[in-house]
């Protein structure tokens, strides 16, 4: 019997959102037999912290109480020390490191410690709007420092792949796409359509547009505000629209205030943090993700598992997820006329949303399911230990 692969995992934090989610799908998908895995994480905000659910699975757990988000030259010299122990302490064949932050300790950490088979999975990409410019400067920097210190940088999307080449970071032969996947079935399951709606006090006929994520301004949900009042002053006399916000973060309260400004605060559900994703989307008509940048889009793939048309911006690697004009539209950035009409659009066109759903589906269950993504990244493993099977 072949030895197993020992893998350690490195993560900035398990908080709640796509990243972690995934992490989590493979912790628990990958071959126990074949693979022993092992987490490293940093503390996540009170009330999101996921490390809970990794410590269910046959999965040992580290937590490195230093490794934070942002720049802390102190804290982070401590963080590394912390996974060069770790890294010491256990003979791991493989280390996969991930988002940025993880991925630079990480990769160094392994460097430091004469580890050769190094991953690192950024889970989408920093070069835009998630930080402010020094530090955006900074994590450039860092990107382009530490990409010889590992094997593969897995994107989630071709286009992933071609900005970091096109900013001088890694080489070709370095990246390989996986993008996420989702358990459609699972998600079919949680479905409660009339529960979520009876919970939430939305009516049978009520038109729901849901807008899953953390609640930063990356996501642009401040665009989605301002696109709801051309929304309801065109289809609110023959259809009531509601907003769904499922998630948190630090723009809730310029959300909430924006909401009321603009007349809207009994049309929009800030739900908060929650764990019955699925459920609350079986709820909706319509996923809305008018964000900034994005790797992939993680609600996207559930909303389309669900079965829900996708209004999303044409950024990142959400081209590659929604096929524009068949399983969703795609719309341009920081434009809340163009998001405002795509919504309008289909809720006026109920038969070709659901035509845009019943394609979503079907697009998940053959090129987004859990299994490739959790097949893929085994067989990326097992090719860096030269294994045949």
Known sequence: MKKRIEILHVITRME???APRVLLDLLGGLDRDRFSQTLAAGPAPEGTDLLHEAGRLPVEVHRIRRLGRSVAPLRDLSA????????KDKRFDIIHTHTSKAGFLGRLAARLTGKRRVVYSPHGDIFSGYFPGYETVAYRWAERMAAPWCDKIVTLSDAGGREYLTRGIGTRRQFVTIPNGVDAAAL??????????GELGIGADDFVIACVGRLVRIKGYDVMAAAAPSIIAQVGGAQNVRFLVIGDGPERGALVSQVGRLGMKDRFSFLGFRTDIGRLLSGADLLAMPSRNEGL?????????????????????????????????????????????????LIRDANRAREMGRAGKRSVETRFGVEGFIEKTARLYLDLMGETS
Request: charged share 20%; with cysteine; glycine share 16%.
């Open 80 to 87: 590394l020390i912390g996974l060069i122990d770790l890294i």
């Open 188 to 197: 079919s399951a949680a479905a409660d359509r009339r529960g979520a709606r």
């Open 16 to 18: 709640e959102g796509g």
């Open 297 to 345: 889009g993680m609600s996207i793939l559930e909303a389309m598992a669900l079965c829900l048309p996708v209004v999303a911006s044409r950024v990142g690697g959400i081209p590659e997820a929604v096929t524009d004009g068949v399983t969703g539209i795609l719309v341009s950035a920081e434009d809340p006329d163009d998001l405002a009409g795509a919504c309008i659009g």
